[in-house]
């Protein structure tokens, strides 16, 4: 069973910082794309942005230029770095990680989601 706990999460004034943390454990054979997802009171659960194995990476729109997605592989583990945070940000934030859990397959995990709350 593999397993995603992200932290990092809180309350930041806006134009502030934060670092996410998801770290993936279980029985693990590798893993491919990791992504952070966010979800606001009343709307749906949107991309924020990911990452390949290789480390290609992708952003919504919205956080280019503010947000920086990264991973250590080495220890199976996904980075969001918020910066210049905005009011609008603020949701609750799930890690997501597709793995390989053996030669012949994958699952989709997430994890069980963080709070950021971006004060103005």
């Known amino acids: 069973q593999v397993q995603l706990v992200e932290s990092g999460g809180g309350l930041v004034q806006a134009g502030g910082s934060l670092r996410l943390s998801c770290a993936a454990s279980?029985?693990?054979?590798?893993?491919?794309?990791m992504g952070w997802y966010r979800q606001a009171t009343g709307k749906e659960r949107e991309l924020v942005a990911d990452?390949?194995?290789?480390?290609?990476?992708n952003y919504a729109d919205s956080v280019k230029g503010r947000f920086t997605i990264s991973r250590d592989n080495t220890n199976n583990t996904l980075f969001l770095q918020m910066n210049s945070v905005k009011p609008e940000d603020t949701a609750v934030y799930y890690c997501?990680?597709?793995?390989?859990?053996?030669?012949?397959?994958?699952?989709?995990?997430w994890g069980q989601g963080t709070l950021v709350t971006v004060s103005s």
């Open positions: 997501k990680a597709v793995v390989a859990v053996s030669i012949e397959g994958t699952v989709e995990v």
């Open positions: 279980g029985r693990i054979f590798s893993i491919t794309t």
């Open positions: 990452i390949t194995s290789g480390g290609s990476t």
